[in-house]
Structure formats: C-alpha cells, structure tokens
C-alpha cells in the first residue's frame, strides 16, 4: 500500500497550472487560498472542483461560503501564490482585486476568473471536494504564460512543448 509520502509524490508528477480560490470569510474579509486541485467538470452544465485539505484553516471559512471565484494564475504570480499559500496571510489587499462580482473577488492579473456558486461539497477523505456551478467566465485573449506546478516546485511550459 502506497503511504501519503508516496501519493504526494506520485500525484506531483502531474503537472498543473496554479490557482487562487478567491472568497469572503465570516467577517466578509475577501481572502485566497492557492491550490492545484482545479479539474474542469462538465461544459452543460457549467461546472469546475477543486480540493481543501480537511486540517487548512480555513476550512470553516471555505465550508460557510455559498460562492468563490477561481483565478487561473500567469507566470509572473509566483509572490501572489507563495503568500496565498502561507499559513495565517489570506488576506487580499484592496489593490489586488478587479472587481467582485455576487461577493467572489476577482484578482487582477489572472488569465481567467470562473465565478461559481457552490453546487455541491463532498467530504473526500482528508479533503472537501468542491463542486462550482459557473455563473460568469472571463478569460485573458493575449497569449500569456501560465504558472506551473510540477514535482513541488513552480515552472513554466517548456518552449518547445506541443512543436
Ligand atoms: C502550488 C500549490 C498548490 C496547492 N494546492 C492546494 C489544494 O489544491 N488544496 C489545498 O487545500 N491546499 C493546497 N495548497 C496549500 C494551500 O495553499 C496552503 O498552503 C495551505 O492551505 C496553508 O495552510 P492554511 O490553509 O491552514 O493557511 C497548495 C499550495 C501550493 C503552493
């Protein structure tokens, strides 16, 4: 049987692009949680998931809210997601955010905003399973880098992908 050392490095040789999950908290403080966990669901309906470990804590943030937005991080993010992805710095600073929309805040600079209600939450092990509806999408049209993640670390596309 594979330990949870094993998977972690196992599942880190899929690599993925980086997002922020943007919400507001109990106090209505807007706040993001970098994740990886992203997956595309279904076109129709329009749906999206993404994973929040059981012991992160804003687990009962996250578990109150009724929307969040998912912000598809550029290349040029990396500081964002770092700071996303501490301990005890959610916050979002006034500057960061484009706009909220139905109470989601969407980042500035991000290549795409999915703006979701939550349609439904499973508890999946150590992780809730997040399941969005997709009310609104915006999406960057020039041709931008993509952060990435692959075995622990952040990169980027090789350049001669897909050639
Ligand atoms: C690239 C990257 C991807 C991550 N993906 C997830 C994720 O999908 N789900 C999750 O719960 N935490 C994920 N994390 C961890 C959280 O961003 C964050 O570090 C952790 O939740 C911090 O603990 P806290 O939530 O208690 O503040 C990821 C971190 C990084 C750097």
Known sequence: MATPLDLRQAFGHFGTGVAIIGFHDRENRPLGLTINSFASVSLEPA???WC????????D???AVSRFSVNILAADQVDLS????????HELGADEIEDVIDSAPALKGALAHFDCYVHHKIE???????????DG???CTKQRAPLIYFRGAYTGLAESAGK
Do not use: T, W
């Open 124 to 134: 999946a092990g150590d992780h809730l399973l997040l399941i969005g509806g997709i």
């Open 47 to 49: 749906l999206l998931s």
């Open 137 to 139: 999408v915006r999406y």
């Open 52 to 59: 929040l470990a059981n012991e992160s804590q804003l687990y």
């Open 82 to 89: 770092n700071r996303m992805a501490g301990s005890g710095s």
């Open 61 to 63: 943030d996250v578990a």
